[in-house]
Each structure stands twice: as C-alpha cells, then as structure tokens.
C-alpha cells in the first residue's frame, strides 16, 4: 500500500497567516492526490482533486500543487473558519485508498 | 443534493458482528458513474479506507480489513450495508458511508455525517 506522510501533524496560526501544508506519498502517484478539510465531530470535506483542481464552492484562497510524490495545500490567508484538521489521499494505487495521518492546524 | 446516512447499533460486543448501513437520497445508487465506500475514523486518528461497492454488486477491500469485511448493495432500497466480523476494541471508531467516482478519481465528494460504532463488552 502506498503511504501518505503529513507534515506537520499539528501547528499554531493566526488569522490572515498563509499556510502550508505537506504531503509525501511512499512512491510516485502523478497527480492522484486530493485534499479534504475535517471540523470537530463532522465528516471530511473535498477541497481539491488531482493535486490542484478546486471542488465546486471551495474558496479560492485554498491551493494545492505538486505531482509525483510531493504535494503541498495553501492556504492563502487564513480566515477563522479554516482551523481545522487537514488530510491527504491518493487514488493512484488501489486497493487500497491510503489517506495521510492529518494536520491540525489551531489558532 | 446527493446525500448519505449511515444507521446501525451504536454498541456491539467483542467477538461479534458490527452490521451498519448507508442510505442515499437525492440520487440514485445505481448512477453508474459511482462508486459506494465506507470509510472509518478512531476516536482522534485518521481516516482509514474499508471499502467500496458498485451498484452491479463488484466490491473492494481494503487488505488490511479484508478476511472480516463484507460490502453489500441493494438497490431496491437505495442503500448498501456493511458488515465486520469478529470485532475488537480496536474497531471503535466514528464510520462514514461516501461516494467516488466510477472512473480512476476515487476522491470522495460526498459523505454522510458518521456514526460512532463502540466495541465493548
């Protein structure tokens, strides 16, 4: 199974901050990556598909980039909303769908 | 709007079978552009992926899962089940029913809401 590595697993950030996050994935996946945003006690939400295409009604401040094994999502200015857990996934292999192990991103 | 809800026992004891189902509204389960999954989450962990079915019945599994998962559909009711046998405390865990596209995007786009399953005697 490919493995799906997120760094970091958790920071601190203020409002208006731009944001990055990493995501490393075991072996080349193309652009067979997607981003998901997950609030306390509610279901992960599709942000971004094949590494940088925006899901319908997904602000635009959120970006992703990269292919091959090393991908990134920013956040261009981060708004209070936005504190939250985030997570990878590829769908380049399967089975199985590998998700990585989240980022939290706090105030 | 497409939307899912899981159901099924909140409690199930160790050793025996956790039985939850998804039920689509908003659409048809036999749309054949997509796929049905379930996903699971422990209690402050990441997301694990179980499953998928088809609505023509062709399902996948996670290896890892694969010798106690089961992954029906049933399009009568517009809804598909999942059953995991001889569970263990590790199995505690919020489990979400979603969809993905039938083509190589297996990215989800819609999820129901969860529901916490607790492996406990």
């Known amino acids: 199974a490919i493995r799906m590595t997120q760094s970091p697993s958790s920071f601190s950030a203020s409002t208006g901050d731009r944001v990055t996050i990493t995501c490393r994935a075991s072996q080349m996946i193309s652009t067979y990556l997607a981003w998901y945003q997950q609030k306390p006690g509610k279901a992960p939400k599709l942000l971004i598909y094949?590494?940088?295409t925006l899901q319908s009604g997904v602000p635009s401040r959120f970006s992703g980039s990269g292919s091959g094994a090393d991908f990134t999502l920013t956040i261009s200015s981060l708004q209070s909303e936005d504190f939250a857990t985030y997570y990878c996934q590829q769908y380049y292999s399967y089975p199985p769908l590998t998700f990585g192990g989240g980022t939290k991103v706090e105030i | 709007q497409m939307q899912l809800q899981e159901s099924g026992p909140g409690l199930v004891k160790p050793s025996e079978t956790l039985s939850l189902t998804c039920s689509v509204s908003g659409g048809s389960i036999s749309n054949s552009n997509y796929y049905w999954g379930w996903i699971r989450q422990p209690p402050g962990k990441g997301l694990e992926w179980i499953g998928n079915i088809y609505y023509s019945g062709s399902a996948s599994y996670n290896p890892s899962l694969e010798s106690r998962v089961t992954i029906s559909v049933d399009t009568s009711k517009n809804q598909f089940s999942l059953r995991l046998s001889s569970v263990t405390a590790a199995d505690t865990a919020v489990y979400y029913c979603?969809?993905?596209?039938?083509?190589?995007?297996?990215?989800?786009?819609?999820w129901g809401q969860g529901t916490l399953v607790t492996v406990s005697s």
């Open positions: 094949d590494a940088s």
């Open positions: 979603a969809r993905h596209a039938h083509t190589i995007k297996y990215y989800f786009d819609s």
